[in-house]
Nanobody, 123 residues
Framework: QLQASGGGLVQAGDSLRLSCAAS????????MAWFRQAPGKEREFLAT????????YYADSVKGRFTISRDSAKNTVYLQMTSLKPEDTAVYYC??????????????????WGQGTQVTVSS
């Protein structure tokens, strides 16, 4: 089970940190990722982090503004978002899949999903 939290209503330029807490099993050996989905749009990949936490990868749309990290002891993954823009408004989802060393950026490649948390950025 993955539980995403931390969403809310913020103003453009603000920062926000999302959390994704895992329960029921350990995700220590899993690659974790964040996606988002705006109304009427496809679910978009944002960032992924290896099980070890030593490698990350970002979509161009958020590179330099968003940071993914994980705390294995807490079984939690984070997405630190800065310089938020109105176009960042979406439901944000965390996801997990077994880490086999490859990089995965497509929705269909992830096995476990959180329920989503709404982020709304006002101008």
């Amino acid at each position: 089970q993955l539980q995403a939290s931390g969403g809310g209503l913020v103003q453009a330029g603000d920062s926000l940190r999302l959390s994704c807490a895992a329960s029921g099993r350990t995700f220590s050996w899993y690659a974790m990722a964040w996606f988002r989905q705006a109304p009427g749009k496809e679910r978009e990949f944002l960032a992924t982090i290896r099980w070890s936490g030593d490698s990350t990868y970002y979509a161009d749309s958020v590179k330099g503004r968003f940071t993914i990290s994980r705390d294995s002891a807490k079984n939690t993954v984070y997405l630190q978002m800065t310089s938020l823009k109105p176009e960042d408004t979406a439901v944000y989802y965390c996801a997990a899949r077994w880490d086999d060393g490859s990089r995965y950026v497509e929705r269909r490649q992830y096995t476990y999903w959180g329920q989503g948390t709404q982020v709304t950025v006002s101008s």
